[in-house]
């Protein structure tokens, strides 16, 4: 009998998606040192097209130079020219040459930008992101006027992805990055009509959804991407995000990504503690499976009727088919095991019943010193160098068209390390700066 993830799924505006495995959102780091498209990005998405998901998500394409999730960002923060416009189309051509969609991930990082790219980034409210290293700068709050030419910003970047041969975009709203922070009352704290209750909280991302839809019509696939919660006492919770999800599909949106966490609180990337914050209504059996956020997406299914996308954790075959099964998602995102198994999807959908784990074997700290990460600071340092690992496997695929999967963390962080000051330091020569 076909896999229910070989099913295609056609969505409110439309649009058919082939089938329901995506490559989810993951950061690349392989634009120029002006944001532009590379052959390298377009290598690496050949692989992942002919990897079989039905729809490929790009990494951050940032809608302001001035704030970056990481160097290497791709940007679209003005009118680009042709050869922009043509590096950008030949990206979208590479990602879609086996039949499957490519949707644009626009996003602006706010207070998340690294202190190296912006020492002082703008944010909803001049909370600082609480953690130790320095990595982050004091934020400044955003100014009426600077919103809304935000707001606009978002707009003309979905404009023009439509227009190079996207079949899609993708409004980042999770994880802590700028719109992430209007939802969260701990990082919004403004008093105007941004802030404060959650309807004025959630304002921006709504008005971004609709000027978004405005240009793009209505039969361009408009995603969000937005947290079941945030995991920090006094955040936004899994009742707001609800609230917001009613909120999206009254706009119009076509797919909601169900995904938690931030920098502050990384659980997009490791879920312990996760049942401190779950609702009550959210079944405890989250904890004990891979797809770490299928019991709130359940939840949510109770309450809307737009498609919902689950990313996080899946690697059977089982889970993932039981996920859509059972109504609570519609379309499975896979990330890391893409990485370094770009085949995947494929191999899935031609039956395969467990995609490879790498998690385990990808610590900085020896089986001996692992109590150290008992510290918080280092649990953060452990996590994000397995978190490069994946960084230089995504650079050799663009790089070679093929994987790295014999290099270790510790030539990973280095490499990674290396490859961003370089950036950095080439974009702000070539930019004057």
């Known amino acids: 009998m076909p896999s229910l993830l070989a099913e295609p799924l056609t969505l409110p505006c439309g649009a058919i998606l082939p089938n329901r495995l995506s490559k989810a959102a993951m950061t690349e780091g392989l634009a120029d040192v002006y944001g532009h498209a590379t052959g390298d990005l377009d290598r690496l998405y050949l692989a992942w097209s002919d990897g079989g998901a039905g729809m490929l998500l790009s990494g951050n394409i940032q809608i302001d130079g001035d704030h970056l999730e990481r160097p290497g960002n791709v940007i679209i923060d003005r009118e680009p020219d042709d050869d922009t416009k043509r590096a950008l189309s030949h990206w979208a051509s590479a990602a879609t040459r086996n039949g499957n969609h490519f949707w644009a991930q626009l996003s602006h990082a706010g207070r998340q930008t690294q202190k190296l790219v912006n020492p002082h980034p703008k944010a909803p409210s001049a909370v600082k992101v609480g953690l130790p290293g320095g990595q982050f700068g004091q934020p400044v709050a955003l100014t009426e006027e600077e919103i809304l030419n935000l707001i606009g910003r978002f707009g003309t970047a979905a404009r023009i992805c439509k227009e190079v041969g996207f079949t899609g975009v993708q409004i980042h709203a999770a994880h802590g990055y700028l719109l992430s922070q209007f939802l969260s009352p701990r990082s919004n704290q403004r008093n105007d009509r941004w802030g404060g209750s959650l309807e004025n909280r959630a304002r921006m991302l709504l008005f971004i959804v609709n000027t978004v839809r405005t240009v793009v019509g209505p039969n361009f696939p408009i995603s969000v991407k937005l947290n079941s919660a945030d995991f920090q006492r006094g955040g936004f919770d899994f009742e707001d995000s609800l609230q917001v999800a009613k909120w999206l599909e009254q706009a119009g949106v ?28 959210v079944a405890a059996s989250t904890l004990a499976r891979e797809a770490y956020f ?32 059972q109504g609570a998602a519609d379309v499975i995102g896979l990330g890391r095991p893409l990485c370094y198994f770009p085949e995947g999807p494929k191999r899935l959908l031609g039956g395969m019943e467990m995609l490879p784990r790498k ?39 663009g790089r070679t068209g093929r994987p790295a999967p014999d290099r270790t963390v510790f030539q990973a962080m280095r490499e990674v390390e290396a490859t961003q000051k370089r950036w950095m330091k080439e974009r702000r020569a070539a930019l004057g700066k």
């Open 254 to 281: 076509d797919l909601l990504e169900i995904s938690g966490g931030s920098y502050e609180q990384p659980k997009m990337m490791d879920m312990e503690g996760m049942e401190e914050a779950a609702p009550q209504n």
């Open 294 to 325: 299928v019991d709130f997406a359940k939840a949510m299914r109770a309450e809307i009727k737009m498609p919902l996308m689950v990313t996080g954790g899946f690697r059977s075959r089982l889970a993932m088919e039981q996920a859509v099964r």
């Open 359 to 397: 998690e385990n074997e990808l610590k900085l700290f020896p089986p001996s010193l692992q109590f150290l990460t008992r510290i918080k600071a280092l649990k953060a340092i452990d996590g994000f160098a397995c978190q490069f690992w994946y960084y230089s496997q995504i650079y050799a695929l």
